[in-house]
């Protein structure tokens, strides 16, 4: 298919996109908003998993700063990102969307083991994978799942939604003298402590050279510019070609 810049994607969807505008737990209207983000980049073949977070839920790092131990907070965040995925996968079917459910802790009833060769096999076969419980390990963040994963997979590069439209010098909403990063070397996030991922993601995508996009999730249409090569949000890859431009916006 003509217009088409990657065929496998890793979309990396934070728990706090699933509220929208709330506080805490899932907003329905942001959760079909992200399905049909998705929809349009299936529709146009392209072949895609997601990982997502479960902070809308629960947070294990805050939980563990607050006394509670480290690795059974995180196994309680695990379990707030099945949760998440289910809630995704309802409304990517509602749109006609197969999907699947794969988790990395065992919870038969509810979805699918996480098997590789059984992910790669459904994404072959045009259905959205949908990767839950994290690493299944306590002490890694769902962003180094989503690293793992579209390493394991083969995925072309990981889409990584946040809130604002790329990385910046420093927190654009505080410094209005911020600078987007249109894109930057994996050393360069690493070395100046960009927020973008934590290390061990970062880390593995420059290992594996890994591509990842950060872009805002809430620009309609954002996914499938991606998917075109319109070149939105903050590429970061294996080279030292960090370049800033000034605040867009
Ligand atoms: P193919 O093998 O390509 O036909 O894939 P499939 O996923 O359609 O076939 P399968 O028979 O494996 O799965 C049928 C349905 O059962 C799908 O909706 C799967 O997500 C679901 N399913 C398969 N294995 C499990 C499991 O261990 N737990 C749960 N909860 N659902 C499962």
């Given at each position: 298919m003509k217009n088409r810049k990657y065929k496998r994607i890793l979309l990396k969807i934070s728990g706090e996109a699933m509220m929208g505008d709330m506080r805490y737990g899932i907003d329905p209207s942001t959760v079909d908003f992200v399905a049909k983000e998705?929809?349009?980049?299936?529709?146009r073949g392209i072949e895609v998993a997601v990982v997502i977070g479960g902070g809308n839920i629960f947070r294990g790092?805050?939980?563990s700063l607050k006394g509670m131990e480290r690795a059974s907070a995180d196994y309680m965040g695990m379990l707030a990102t099945v949760i998440n995925a289910l809630a995704l996968q309802n409304f990517l079917e509602k749109y006609g969307i197969p999907t699947r459910v794969q988790s990395a802790i065992e919870m038969k009833e509810l979805a699918e083991p996480y098997i590789r060769r059984k992910a790669i096999r459904h994404l072959e076969k045009g259905r959205t994978v949908i990767f839950a419980a994290g690493t299944g390990n306590p002490y890694f963040t769902t962003d180094t799942a989503?690293?793992?994963?579209?390493?394991?997979?083969g995925a072309d590069v990981i889409l990584k939604a946040t809130k604002v439209d790329g990385i910046y010098s420093s927190d654009p909403m505080k410094d209005p003298g911020a600078k987007k990063y249109k894109t930057v070397s994996y050393i360069d996030v690493l070395k100046m402590g960009l927020n973008v991922?934590?290390?061990?993601?970062?880390?593995?995508?420059m290992d594996n050279n890994l591509p990842i996009v950060v872009f805002n999730l809430r620009g309609k249409g954002n996914i499938k510019k991606l998917i075109e090569g319109k070149k939105i949000g903050t590429l970061v890859r294996g080279n030292n070609a960090t370049r800033a431009k000034k605040k867009d916006h």
């Open positions: 998705i929809k349009d980049a299936v529709s790092v805050e939980a989503a690293a793992l994963r579209a390493i394991e997979i991922m934590d290390s061990t993601a970062v880390s593995l995508c």
